[in-house]
């Protein structure tokens, strides 16, 4: 609207704007200081968010998910610093430490459980995001079979054959590659050939309204299938409901994440989350025998 009612309404707007611009700019110097601290007070954390089996309800892996303790705003939303981190490049610092950290991290957990690192389109372009896969395998001496990397097809959006040679490359040494917030790009599914994903994650819109008449239920169910069509697995994401496990659990998708079984934890509590879901399941199994 300010663009098409011209200069005097664009005016109009400026001092709003102006503060916007000077918002993210304080921003993006406080995230450079962030990251300068590493994993110190004030800088970055990784937490760890679980990702449940729905056919034997084991923990099958955990996805990385970066947080940062603002010293005067406290939680930042990695929905609003990543894009900043994208915009200036300063993404790439923090995806490399991230993994870096994940890494070595997860090559404490138990070695079925998988890590998932987001990757960002920007760590695409820079050119080293295979070295620095390869270096933090290498460093944590974490199996490359137990790294999963969560893409959005943002990465194939221009048919970017560099983009892809990467994938080809990770894939070719045993990384396992998912496609993440599935449904809400623009045109999901001519994605789905470009590359041999390993499993597709649901993005949460479509788990929200699943359980609604006339919800998602039926486009679930489609996924579901074409994954199955193509041997990939899905995760739906964002599950918050026994409802909604149990409509997930009938339509056959593969994984659950989500608040109802955890959210992302500290690092320092994952062997314990582990431990308590295996004892858990342990006695579960155990009185459904005895009533066998
Ligand atoms: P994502 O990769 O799709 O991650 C899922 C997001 O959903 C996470 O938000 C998670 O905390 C949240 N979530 C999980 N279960 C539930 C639920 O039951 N209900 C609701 N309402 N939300 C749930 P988070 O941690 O705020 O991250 C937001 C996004 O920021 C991520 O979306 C990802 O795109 C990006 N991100 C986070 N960490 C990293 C990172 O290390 N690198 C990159 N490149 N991006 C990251
Ligand atoms: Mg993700
Ligand atoms: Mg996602
Ligand atoms: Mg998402």
């Known amino acids: 609207a300010a663009k098409s009612s011209g200069r005097h309404t664009y005016r109009f707007f400026e001092p709003d704007m102006d503060a916007k611009v000077r918002e993210r700019r304080q921003l993006e110097g406080d995230l450079r ?17 679980p990702c449940l ?8 892996g ?3 998910l970066v947080r940062w303790r603002h010293p005067e705003r406290g939680w930042v939303s990695p929905a609003d610093f990543i894009p900043i981190a994208e915009d200036t490049g300063l993404i790439n610092e923090i995806g490399e430490w991230v993994l870096a950290t994940a890494c070595r991290d997860a090559a404490s957990w138990p070695d079925d459980i998988r890590l998932a690192v987001n990757v960002s389109p920007v760590q695409f372009k820079s050119g080293t995001l295979a070295l620095k896969i390869m270096a933090a395998l290498a460093t944590s001496n974490l199996p490359a079979s137990r790294l999963e990397l969560e893409i959005t097809e943002a990465v194939l959006i221009r048919d970017d054959d560099a983009a892809l040679a990467i994938l080809h490359q990770l894939r070719a040494i045993g990384v396992r590659i998912a496609l993440d ?5 623009y045109s999901s599914l001519s994605y789905l050939h470009r590359f ?9 819109c479509f788990v929200e309204d699943i359980a609604r008449p006339d919800g998602s239920a039926s486009i679930v169910q489609a996924v579901v299938n074409l994954a199955a069509a193509r041997r990939m697995t899905t995760t739906a994401e964002g599950v918050e409901t026994e409802e909604q496990q149990r409509l997930l659990r009938t339509l056959g998708c ?7 079984f955890s959210a992302a934890k500290p690092a320092d509590k994952m062997l314990e989350l582990f431990a308590l879901h295996r004892s858990r399941r342990a006695r579960r199994e155990g009185s459904e025998s005895r009533r066998r």
């Open 53 to 60: 089996g729905l056919k034997d309800d084991r923990i099958t």
């Open 62 to 64: 955990c996805e990385a």
């Open 181 to 185: 917030d599935f449904g809400t790009g």
């Open 33 to 49: 200081h962030a990251i300068a601290q590493g994993g110190r007070e004030g800088g970055l954390e990784v937490y760890y968010q």
């Open 196 to 204: 041999p994903f390993d499993k597709i994650k649901i993005d949460r």
């Open 254 to 260: 593969s994984e659950m994440q989500g608040y109802l």
